[in-house]
């Protein structure tokens, strides 16, 4: 399980986290949500070790990971995906593949190739692996993204906007890749503005404001909420 308990963070005088908590298993889908200046993204950047907490704990299972750079982190499990794009733009789809599964140990050269071509295969996106980064599509690009990130086998995957930059007919591919990493096993943390789409595949949500958790459960349980509804939802929307 991955889990973080207590999280604080200030800049400057500035509280912007007061007492965040959270925890997923691997094979769930979870959301991270709320309004502008909630915290969420400061939260989701402390429990991807992109920034350092002031206080609190993470944990990998029962390992304190709260001091561990990213790099480390990555190496225990946790993949990330970045909002902006984060592919290679003058490497071809497979080498930009190739680039992460050299990174992993104890692969040989065959193997390699056989993951590679498994992970094409996945993510359907075979018919592409010779172009360059730089001709990608927005929801090409964001599966040759989803398709590194798995490439260094992780056990926790935290998506940074993923439906950002992307048409309605890639949002959908998303949530279907979403879903398929759910059923390999993996759990799933994303933090996304695009509200609808998230709660569609979450098990479970947390709705952050003013740096605290306002609402956590199943997306029944946000929707019924009527805190939710007031500082964020609002009184019309539905899923």
């Known amino acids: 399980m991955l889990s973080a308990e207590?999280?604080?963070?200030?800049?400057k005088s500035r509280q912007v986290v007061r007492d965040f908590g959270f925890s997923i298993r691997e094979g769930e889908v979870v959301g991270?949500?709320?309004p502008n200046g909630a915290g969420k993204t400061t939260c989701f950047y402390m429990v991807v070790g992109l920034i350092e907490a002031d206080g609190g704990t993470i944990r990998l299972d029962k390992t304190d990971i709260t001091g561990l750079p990213m790099h480390?982190?990555?190496?225990?499990?946790?993949?990330?995906?970045?909002?902006?794009?984060?592919?290679f733009r003058r490497l071809s789809v497979a080498d930009n593949i190739?680039?992460?599964?050299?990174?992993?140990n104890g692969l040989s050269a065959q193997q390699r190739n056989g993951e590679l071509e498994n992970l094409l295969d996945e993510l359907k996106i075979e018919h592409i692996a010779g172009q360059k980064g730089v001709s990608l599509s927005g929801g090409e690009r964001r599966r040759v993204e989803?398709?590194?990130a798995l490439a260094a086998n992780p056990r926790y995957m935290l998506l940074d906007e993923p439906f950002a930059g992307v048409d309605p007919i890639s949002v959908g591919e998303i949530q279907r890749i979403v879903r398929h990493l759910k059923e390999r096993g993996i759990g799933v943390l994303i933090t996304d503005h695009n509200v609808r789409e998230t709660?569609?595949?979450c098990d479970?949500?947390?709705?952050?404001?003013?740096?605290?958790?306002?609402?956590?459960?199943?997306?029944?349980?946000?929707l019924a909420d009527e805190k939710v509804r007031e500082?964020?939802?609002?009184?019309e929307f539905r899923l």
């Open 72 to 87: 480390a982190r990555s190496r225990l499990g946790i993949g990330y995906l970045p909002q902006e794009a984060s592919v």
């Open 32 to 34: 991270l949500l709320g």
């Open 204 to 222: 479970r949500a947390y709705i952050l404001n003013e740096g605290e958790v306002l609402s956590r459960g199943t997306p029944a349980h946000i």
């Open 231 to 235: 500082v964020y939802l609002g009184r």
């Open 199 to 201: 709660l569609g595949i």
């Open 146 to 148: 989803i398709a590194r």
């Open 98 to 104: 190739l680039a992460v599964l050299e990174l992993r």
């Open 6 to 11: 207590g999280l604080q963070k200030s800049f």
